[in-house]
């Protein structure tokens, strides 16, 4: 969409919002470039649901373990301090509420804090889950990184999901190229504009009702 | 003298009945016991139920299985391969075989819980979405879970990274995935290593799977080898 | 008793019934004993539930590591091939049907395969469960060891338990200084006498109805 | 720079409050926090709930927090202690403390439970016994299981062999015990060690409890020093 964020400037974007020591996980896709965002010198602990905490930079390709990926099956690095464990125990941290923050890409997000993330159609020829459900409730917050709209122009932040959920009323916070927007019992309050977008431009890509920034 | 080690795969493999609720380890191609899921097609076992976190890939393990039409139902939560459709993608278009969706965490609980002794547990997971229809609900501390129930397997295919002749077994990296909860919730437990070692050679603090969940142990050459 | 087994006799009467290769739980007191007497190159994997597999002989005293003991709080030793584990991952392994046998002290047994064996009274001062109701419903067979009368003289083996239950219809097979008795669908078949032991002398310090040993 | 170390058990044990919840890992004499158990006198909470597997032994830990008062309510599975009268005995006969028996094994899996969000599950321990007694049933498969629910924490006291500045742990043999499950299991983990090591010190494979479970970590000299 004109004028909005390149996807490496999103996830730098949300990427500065995280504090130091925080636990994450990462869903696949955009999300997963969040850890290449992170402020240096900042700590930063990433959690992959198979089995991985302390997730480091991506290897160069001759330094690839073969052992070693995350949740999307791309190689990874382990930092010094790094653990492996199995996947119930792995799902235990998850459903526990032992991450301080999951985020994950979403089709669409309702103004009432449902995401619906997993599929597009319950006719799907294979529909796959994977860890999102339990990551969507799991964490003690969920922020969702998704372009604002479709390809086709179509707004992904919406009055009712007309996807099948992931799960209702969980999504905290939205990072889009246009704006980061917090999910408040109010309702949908832009918290920030990217550079050189206005309220009335997200507004008009948007399908819900948004509140603007409260300074 | 206790010694679980057995000399190839088909004897590994020997028992397994028509019909059998299968567990395999592995997350995406890391920790596969490709070797005795192909040893499968030899072994001749038909109409399986098999449980994994995805439904194969490629072209190797589970993919060649499900190919050999020897599954009629698949219990996972990520049936989609990687790029194109997969073996299973086309078996399922075509009506050949069932499919049970069940998030991640839940199938790794009910796994768990089936080695355990815990028959049937309450989670918030999938609460208000489709894997919550049909399927009991309870309020608890004023919030809403589902319950699920145990699921053990027949037999369970694990690798490991070393094993010993008392079925003690460690797992490397990210390795471990499904292969110790697995372990545990099969009646027949039968593991691959590339590194069979000498009994008090395991730290037992580092011991991740005790022998007692483990039946028979195989060595097989090499990852690679397993999975040619 | 007169003419009966002593404790170690007992226990090495038990002990020759393990076979090869099982997994055993034995519980505080006179069970413990039993591991001492597991013929020669006879390999059985003993269980402590405070998370510890694969236990070997008592230390000498100079080698007691302060770190390893067993359920009953007593310095042991750990074989190769011996494995330590946490408390629910233990009793996973005992609730799951993982063990091959458990063998408990107890109170009373009834003739259909009640055992009382944590307290004589529920008006106890301090009333101590431990892990007694875990090992009595999960292993896959629980034999009892125990002194076929109390230091009165009263049958311990009765028609119905007066003290409070540890499990319902768990007993397997018990086995005292007198006889060993098998729980069965028909009822407490004797299935070995001790030397110089005659049927009529056990049902006669037996409260319940016995069937002879069938040949 | 994520430093979970503190300098005093004063520090550690900052914020527990009157009425809190705490779990005591422990099983006999191995394992027991008792720098950190021993310092709740001096931090001055009261009115504590305790859960733990024993009910003190001797005169140190527990036992000296008991003698102190400052507990109102003990969970545990076996209260006895060894030879004699415990100080727990002598305040249970005096009306002057209360008692929840849970058998040991519904216990490590009711602190498992809490941590791994499992609100409540079912097992076939108790089942026909006075813990039965007032307890919700249900037939599952032709077998009755009891509901159980989970009990969690508002601060674990928590003894490790080695700890880094994550909080990642290892366990000395049956040291091991109750403590990775209640670590879990608690809004706040606070861990005694007499290892404090360097971040990367610690085999990934051998951590037995991540980082992410732990808040605070405090070296002590010796456990013998600890338990002074």
């Known amino acids: 969409m004109s004028g909005g964020l390149s996807r490496a400037e999103m996830a730098a974007w949300l990427?500065?919002?995280?504090?130091?020591?925080?636990?994450?996980?990462?869903?696949?896709?955009?999300?997963?470039?969040?850890?290449?965002?992170?402020?240096a010198g900042r700590e930063v602990?990433?959690?992959?649901?198979?089995?991985?905490?302390?997730?480091?930079?991506?290897?160069?390709?001759?330094?690839?373990?073969?052992?070693?990926?995350?949740?999307?099956?791309?190689?990874?690095?382990?930092?010094?301090?790094?653990?492996?464990?199995?996947?119930?125990d792995s799902f235990a941290m998850i459903r526990g509420g032992h991450l301080d923050l999951c985020v994950l890409g979403a089709f669409q997000v309702a103004d009432n804090g449902d995401i619906a993330n997993w599929t597009t159609s319950?006719?799907?020829?294979?529909?796959?889950?994977?860890?999102?459900?339990d990551l969507a409730i799991?964490?003690?917050?969920?922020?969702?990184?998704?372009?604002?709209?479709?390809?086709?122009?179509?707004?992904?932040?919406?009055?009712?999901?007309?996807?099948?959920?992931?799960?209702?009323g969980v999504v905290r916070r939205i990072y889009t190229d246009l704006a980061v927007i917090d999910v408040t019992a109010e309702g949908l309050r832009v918290r920030d504009l990217a550079p050189g977008i206005d309220f009335a431009t997200v507004q008009a890509r948007t399908d819900a009702t948004l509140l603007p920034v409260s300074r | 003298m206790i010694?679980?080690?057995?000399?190839?795969?088909?004897?590994?493999?020997?028992?397994?009945?028509?019909?059998?609720?299968?567990?395999?380890?592995?997350?995406?191609?890391?920790?596969?016991?490709?070797?005795?899921?192909?040893?499968?097609?030899?072994?001749g076992a038909r109409d399986l139920t098999i449980v994994?976190?995805?439904?194969?890939?490629?072209?190797?393990?589970?993919?060649?299985?499900?190919?050999?039409?020897?599954?009629?139902?698949?219990?996972?939560?990520?049936?989609?391969?990687?790029?194109?459709?997969?073996?299973?993608?086309?078996?399922?278009?075509?009506?050949?075989?069932?499919?049970?969706?069940?998030?991640?965490?839940?199938?790794?609980?009910?796994?768990r819980a089936a080695g355990a002794g815990i028959p049937a547990f309450y989670t918030p997971t999938g609460v208000g979405t489709v894997i919550a229809e049909g399927r009991e609900t309870r309020e608890i501390g004023g919030r809403t879970y589902l319950l699920e129930y145990a699921l053990p397997g027949d037999a369970a295919?694990?690798?490991?990274?070393?094993?010993?002749?008392?079925?003690?077994?460690?797992?490397?990296?990210?390795?471990r995935n499904f292969n110790p909860v697995m372990a545990t919730a099969a009646r027949l437990t039968i593991v691959q290593t590339t590194h069979l070692v000498e009994l008090g050679v395991?730290?037992?603090?580092?011991?991740?799977?005790?022998?007692?969940?483990?039946?028979?142990?195989?060595?097989?050459?090499?990852?690679?080898?397993?999975?040619?």
């Open chain 2, 52 to 111: 994994a976190n995805n439904a194969g890939a490629g072209k190797i393990g589970l993919a060649r299985l499900l190919a050999a039409g020897r599954v009629r139902r698949v219990v996972c939560s990520f049936p989609r391969g990687g790029a194109g459709a997969s073996v299973f993608e086309e078996l399922y278009k075509a009506g050949k075989v069932e499919l049970e969706i069940v998030p991640q965490g839940t199938l790794a609980e009910r796994l």
């Open chain 1, 45 to 88: 602990v990433f959690h992959s649901e198979n089995g991985v905490l302390g997730i480091g930079p991506a290897p160069a390709p001759e330094q690839v373990d073969p052992w070693l990926i995350n949740a999307g099956k791309q190689p990874v690095t382990l930092l010094p301090g790094g653990s492996y464990f199995h996947h119930a």
């Open chain 2, 202 to 228: 395991l730290a037992p603090e580092a011991i991740v799977t005790p022998g007692i969940f483990v039946d028979r142990v195989v060595r097989v050459a090499t990852p690679a080898d397993a999975q040619a």
């Open chain 2, 3 to 43: 010694d679980k080690t057995v000399h190839s795969v088909a004897e590994a493999l020997d028992g397994i009945a028509d019909g059998a609720v299968v567990l395999l380890g592995g997350f995406g191609a890391v920790g596969q016991a490709n070797a005795l899921v192909e040893g499968l097609i030899a072994q």
């Open chain 1, 15 to 39: 990427a500065r919002d995280i504090p130091e020591g925080w636990y994450v996980n990462l869903g696949i896709g955009l999300p997963t470039i969040v850890a290449d965002h992170v402020p």
């Open chain 1, 122 to 133: 319950l006719s799907d020829t294979a529909p796959a889950i994977g860890g999102a459900m």
């Open chain 1, 138 to 168: 799991g964490a003690r917050r969920l922020w969702v990184l998704m372009e604002h709209t479709t390809r086709q122009g179509l707004p992904r932040i919406v009055r009712r999901c007309s996807y099948p959920l992931t799960a209702p």
């Open chain 2, 157 to 175: 295919l694990i690798e490991a990274w070393q094993a010993d002749r008392w079925g003690n077994l460690t797992y490397r990296a990210s390795g």
